[in-house]
């Protein structure tokens, strides 16, 4: 998958969750979104890319702070079973 | 619900009243009760007195001209219009006494007397109320001689590609007119002249193609004699026999009767009894169902190894063992998720029941998406989370009890007209509108309709706005705290309340970005909150935006704020597209949803699913159609099953779908005619026209409509067989033998749908969902108690700018939507007579922009976006506001999505198509793009002629 646009659309996930006044809320909707919506191989793809980046950048485009956090901290719980398997 | 033989529907003269007073009289010795304010006439009619008419019929408002309806009331001097006089209690009414007899028969005498003879010729002749009531007057001779002036040489308006006006036949009853008023709202036609002179004119005695008339065919359906007639029933007659069907366009589902002699249609008339349209129609539903008979129609399966072959012509099952074969060896390949399917929302609830069925049983992926994709997706994820359901929450009669109407991202005079015309009746009488929207679109300013808030908000912008309103209500002290108390959840409300009444939020702050000055805003906040019933309805102008989910969910804050949901006349109303795409959602045609929109991830409904199908079904969510182009980039996604969506042409980067069909190794198109996307696929599988179907569709008011068959599907097999048949390819059984037995499976396994059946839909015309226990004849207003959630939730709703931004190099924002009469990707449309009135797309742009870059009106201009670049010819109006440029979408050679991009709403990818940063320039060929997409459509039609040829060569060979 194209981690770039995977970057992208997390950022905007991220940019509706980052409004919500309480922090845990929104790292946990960010979280909660990735799991309902995102395909595992898109899911596997972010989580492999910050595995890789921990900062979170690919060149100029950077994960925002909200999505590294929400994603490096749940990476296990977004992690698809099949692929926690092996 | 088959009628056999045309009879005219019971016509009761007037509209009905629906007062709870009741009046008491005597009719012809009857006794007979009504509510009050009903007329006389149709007081007798419903006690099965037919009083003898002309100019009165039941779908429009009593106009007393004819003279025919006279009746004797006791106690009472002269001899009163029935039509117009009003019941009173103890009245003594006589319908027929000689006296009223020989006026009727003066009246009918004069009517004639300035009325072609021709009957046996006419093609009105035993459709024709004025032979009827010359027939029940009585009528023997014409004392006035027929060598004095008249009319009957009058000459024909053939100008509509639809139907004849014949003023020669015309009485001048002006139910026309009142008609084109009353019902459609338009106002094209009027009585020109006076008295004897007194002819009936289009515009300003322009033909009918030339003057203001849409086309909705409603005074076609008002018109007594052959004045107004369809062309079809000059060329072949009447009808014999009508079926009542449902439209296949958009999310309106008008209720027809498909007027036939044997398995030709002759007519689509409105069927009265449809409760979405109440006997209306469009042009397109009405008039433009050619299409299904059209000689582009592909009736034979086609399958080939490569999109550079030419088709081969096969069997039916040597197509569906290809296809199966490919799907299964792809899988094997490349793994289980490596193909997918896409529904069709032009197909039935039960034919989208068995794609999303077999993609997740006999595939065993989630990979199943479909068109609300790039629609109303936004409306599914932002209502779900706002209210618990992912559907609007009224009727289409709801409008009618509105005060303020606000009509946000959507053009319904173009897009779901029948319902503008419901809208419009409503406006007339006085209700408020706001209207939220970049383009001066037809409801602003129109015949006796003018907006009283025109927020002509720069694209892109939407949030900003929604939250502006929302500052306003809450700073000005406008909430509804009582419903908010007692409907929704304190904890969420208080945070999207001290959220907008920041300052930032204001209507002066979001000026700037919004370009709509915050007198305005203040102004229709203000309206919305305290007018009295307040009722959003909105469209693709809210949901296509890289903050679709949080405009929609902006739009129910407002609702759930001013206390303006669970009751008629108001609510929050998405005006869904097509003509089932509603229904293809609540069949599960999402990637993470299961029918009836339960998340795939819960144990306890998948179980359910698996107990039922008898296999085990996966728990994660698939991948939506912007995803699955992805996919098939990176070379994971490799097989398509698409019925009947033409992704080439509808969705955005048309280049990036281009490529990623191209990458993929088998795609299965199921469709009625080769189009965009077909030209990159492996296996045609030929499907149905509405025509050819049986099923049901569910439009945007949830309201689930039967569709009949009115002929065989011209390929032998109906959709649901072809997918019947893939599926037992595959290994996955299906049995079903009629579509009724695919509905009682869907209200067995979904909730809203327990107690739907065909036998119900047969006794009560249609029901809306949920329909079941707690509601067996089905659910008309949403959230009436509570929310489908329980408490309504509110969420903040931050503006974030789009990535799509203008720049140096793209100073323009182009917008797109759709006109009347052409629908969505054209495949329909493009193949009727509709062309007449729009045979291109152009590129609407404003006067300053245009004399900024040289180019005159008509003139071929580029648009050139990140994307691509397509070239349009040009159309100078100031209904776009200057900065914003605006096209259409329904000629494939527009290429209009070549130039939209892949900038997609956060929370579903439904893309961008409203906010594209462009430039504009003149030019002198067609774009590189086009002149690829001319040859390799040039190619492609080759292959598909080849087959036609090699067919025909084979027959001469075979002598078969």
């Known amino acids: ?86 | 619900m088959q009628e056999t033989v045309i009879s005219r529907e019971r016509d009761f003269g007037t509209p009905a009243r629906t007062s709870s007073q009741t009046v008491t009289l005597v009719i012809d010795g009857r006794t007979v009760t009504v509510p009050e304010g009903t007329s006389v006439m149709r007081a007798a009619a419903e006690a099965g007195i037919a009083v003898p008419r002309l100019c009165a019929t039941d779908s429009l408002e009593a106009f007393g001209s004819c003279r025919l309806c006279l009746v004797e009331i006791e106690g009472r001097r002269g001899y009163p219009a029935s039509c117009t006089t009003l019941v009173e209690e103890g009245m003594v009414v006589h319908t027929r006494t000689d006296r009223l007899q020989k006026l009727r028969r003066n009246v009918m005498e004069l009517y004639i007397s300035d009325h072609p003879l021709d009957c046996l010729t006419c093609p009105s002749n035993g459709d024709c109320e004025l032979q009827e009531m010359a027939g029940v007057v009585g009528l023997r001779e014409v004392r006035y001689g027929f060598e004095g002036a008249s009319h009957v040489a009058d000459c024909a308006d053939k100008s509509n590609p639809y139907f004849v006006y014949d003023p020669s036949k015309c009485i001048v009853c002006s139910r026309c007119v009142r008609a084109c008023e009353e019902i459609q709202g338009t106002f094209a036609l009027t009585v020109q002249g006076r008295g004897f002179n007194s002819r009936i004119v289009a515009g300003q005695d322009d033909s009918f193609l030339e003057s203001d008339c849409v086309s909705c065919g409603a005074c076609v359906q008002a018109c007594p004699t052959a004045a107004l007639e369809e062309k079809n029933v000059y060329q072949m007659g009447l009808p014999v026999e009508s079926i009542v069907t449902t439209c296949a366009y958009c999310g309106v589902g008008c209720g027809f009767k498909a007027e036939v002699q044997g398995q030709q249609v002759i007519r689509m008339t409105p069927w009265k009894d449809g409760k979405a349209n109440r006997g209306h129609s469009c042009v397109k539903g009405r008039f433009a169902w050619g299409y299904a008979t059209h000689k582009d129609r592909i009736t034979r399966p086609m399958i080939r190894r490569s999109i550079d072959d030419p088709w081969q012509e096969v069997s039916w099952e040597e197509a569906i063992r290809y296809a199966a074969s490919e799907f299964r060896r792809i899988q094997q390949q490349y793994g289980r998720d490596a193909v997918g399917g896409i529904t069709s929302s032009r197909c039935t609830n039960e034919e989208t029941w068995l794609v999303q069925k077999l993609v997740r049983a006999a595939f065993g992926t989630n990979n199943v998406d479909t068109c609300a994709r790039v629609c109303h997706s936004p409306t599914g994820y932002g209502l779900k989370q706002t209210l618990g359901e992912s559907a609007g929450t009224q009727t289409f009669d709801s409008v009618m009890h509105a005060n303020v109407i606000m009509v946000i991202g959507a053009n319904p005079t173009d897009a779901h007209p029948v319902f503008a015309s419901r809208m419009k009746r409503r406006l007339r009488k006085g209700a408020r509108l706001i209207v939220v929207d970049p383009r001066r679109i037809d409801l602003v300013a129109g015949p006796h309709v003018r907006a009283d808030y025109h927020l002509q908000l720069r694209p892109g912008t939407n949030v900003a706005l929604l939250t502006a309103l929302a500052h306003v209500i809450v700073t000005e002290n406008l909430v509804d705290e009582d419903f908010v108390a007692a409907r929704c959840e304190g904890d969420s409300f208080r945070q999207w309340r001290d959220f907008v009444a920041r300052p930032e939020n204001s209507p002066e702050a979001t000026e700037s970005i919004t370009g709509v000055p915050a007198a305005l805003v203040r102004g229709a906040a203000r309206l919305y909150a305290t007018g009295g019933n307040g009722a959003i309805y909105y469209g693709l102008g809210v949901t296509e935006h890289a903050q679709g989910s949080t405009a929609v969910m902006a739009i129910a804050n407002l609702a759930m704020a001013t206390g303006n949901i669970g009751r008629e006349g108001v609510g929050v109303n998405p005006l869904r597209g097509q003509n089932n795409v509603q229904g293809s959602c609540d069949m599960g045609s999402f990637p993470h949803e299961f029918p009836g929109y339960r998340h795939v991830s819960d144990d306890a409904v998948r179980a359910s699913f698996e107990a039922a199908w008898g296999v085990p079904l996966q728990s994660e969510p698939g991948l939506r159609i912007p995803n699955m182009f992805d996919a098939a980039l990176s070379g994971t996604f490799k097989g398509l099953y698409c019925q009947g969506e033409d992704i080439v042409q509808s969705d955005p980067n048309t280049q990036h779908v281009a490529a990623a069909l191209r990458a993929m190794e088998c795609v299965v198109v199921q469709d009625i005619f080769l189009n965009e996307t077909a030209k990159y696929a492996h296996v045609f599988l030929p499907g149905c026209s509405f025509l050819e179907k049986d099923g049901t569709f569910t439009n945007a008011e949830r309201r689930i409509s039967r569709v009949r068959k009115v002929m065989e599907p011209l390929s032998g097999m109906a959709d649901w067989q072809i997918t019947q048949a893939l599926s037992n390819a595959l290994g996955y059984p299906m049995n079903y033998s009629h579509p009724s037995e695919i509905m009682d499976e869907i209200a067995r396994l979904t909730p809203t749908f327990a107690g739907v059946s065909y036998e119900k839909l047969d006794r009560l015309g249609s029901v809306q969902w949920p329909c079941n226990e707690q509601a067996p004849e089905g659910t008309p207003v949403m959230h009436v108690g509570e929310f489908v959630r329980g408490k309504g939730r509110f969420f903040i709703t931050r503006y974030v700018p789009s990535d799509e931004r203008t720049s140096s190099r793209f100073p323009l924002l182009l917008t797109t939507g759709r006109i009347l009469s052409q629908y969505n990707v054209g495949a329909q449309t493009r193949r009727t007579p509709n062309v007449v009135w729009h045979d291109e797309d152009m590129l609407e742009i404003h006067p300053q922009d245009a004399q900024d870059r040289g180019i005159v009106d008509g003139a071929w201009v580029g648009v050139r976006s990140r994307a691509g670049e397509t070239v349009l010819r040009a159309k100078i109006t100031e209904r776009v506001a200057p900065g914003v440029v605006y096209t259409t979408f329904h000629f494939p050679e527009s290429g209009a999505n070549v130039v939209t991009t892949d900038s997609s709403d956060w929370a579903t990818n439904c893309p961008e198509y409203k906010v594209t940063a462009v430039e504009v320039m003149a030019v002198h060929e067609p774009s590189a793009w086009q002149q690829r997409w001319s040859q390799f459509s040039v190619k492609q039609d080759r292959l598909l002629r080849e087959r036609m040829r090699k067919r025909d060569e084979d027959l001469v060979l075979t002598g078969k």
Do not use: K, S, Y
């Open chain 1, 1 to 86: 998958m194209d981690v770039a646009n995977l970057i992208r659309m997390a950022n905007r996930i991220g940019a509706f969750f980052e409004a919500m006044p309480d922090h845990a809320e929104a790292v946990n909707g960010i979280v909660q979104h990735l799991r309902r919506f995102w395909e595992p191989r898109m899911r596997v793809a972010l989580l492999d890319f910050l595995e890789q980046h921990p900062d979170g950048c690919q060149g100029e485009i950077c994960l925002m702070p909200l999505v590294r956090e929400a994603v490096a901290q749940h990476a296990d719980e977004l992690r698809p079973a099949a692929a926690r398997a092996t």
